[in-house]
């Protein structure tokens, strides 16, 4: 069954501190992972895209990562914001091109605290 | 530069009434036009995405129906609302489709409540 999870569902922070998400998917065959940043009641806005031969990209304090053996991809932030706070998105690509799906996470509620 | 509108932003329908949903593109030709909804709480659902005009494809069978009119134009509808189809509403466009490395560019959203 091709799936994305994401872990923790939330995380709350203090200002200033690192954090790290998780997303584990099950697609075949892959194309590429992406992680958006979605404010509350506005649209997600992508922060990162990595195809299977790519395996850290960075944006910013955002900095990603993907091993493609075992599925798994993480982003890291850096020094967090109080502007940091929202959810964020593991979103993955799969398929032939001429059949290309995509699936959402359900996503990870980051609130960073003063 | 590129810009994509949704409208309206907020929508309050009653059960069985109709729907009409407007999205569009600025700064770019031929983009492909994707609908989300994202009901609360949960991950975001691709419900239709377009290549190009009059072309749609329906990832889920649904109460919900889309139309492109024009290149840079998406519109989402149904004929009688269901209170599942509350949610959040969101139109994309991108350059290249799902499976290479492109951008999904989201507009602002509409927030549907059906009573």
């Known amino acids: 069954k091709n799936q994305v999870e994401q872990s923790p569902q939330s995380l709350i922070i203090l200002e200033g501190k690192n954090c790290t998400l998780q997303c584990n998917y099950t697609v075949s065959p892959f194309s590429n992972l992406r992680w958006y940043k979605q404010d509350t009641g506005r649209g997600p806005v992508s922060l990162t895209i990595?195809?299977?031969?790519?395996n850290t990209k960075s944006n910013g304090r955002y900095t990603a990562t993907l091993d493609a053996d075992t599925k798994q991809s993480s982003l890291h932030i850096t020094a967090s914001q109080l502007s940091d706070s929202a959810s964020y998105i593991c979103?993955?690509?799969?398929?032939?091109?001429?059949?290309?799906?995509?699936?959402f996470g359900s996503g990870t509620r980051l609130s960073i605290r003063p | 530069s590129q810009t994509i509108h949704q409208w309206p932003a907020t929508l309050v329908q009653p059960v069985g009434s109709p729907l009409s949903l407007e999205c569009t593109v600025e700064?770019?030709?031929?983009?492909?036009l994707y609908w989300y909804r994202q009901a609360a709480g949960r991950g975001l659902q691709l419900l239709f995405y377009s290549v190009g005009i009059g072309q749609i494809s329906s990832e889920v069978p649904q109460n919900l129906s889309a139309s492109r009119p024009q290149d840079r134009q998406f519109i989402l509808s149904s004929k009688k609302l269901l209170l599942s189809d509350s949610g959040f509403y969101l139109c994309a466009w991108s350059s290249l489709g799902f499976g290479v490395t492109d951008t999904q560019y989201f507009g602002p959203g509409t927030r549907l409540t059906v009573l």
């Open positions: 979103v993955v690509s799969f398929g032939y091109s001429s059949a290309s799906k995509i699936i």
């Open positions: 990595m195809t299977f031969s790519e």
């Open positions: 700064g770019t030709s031929n983009p492909n």
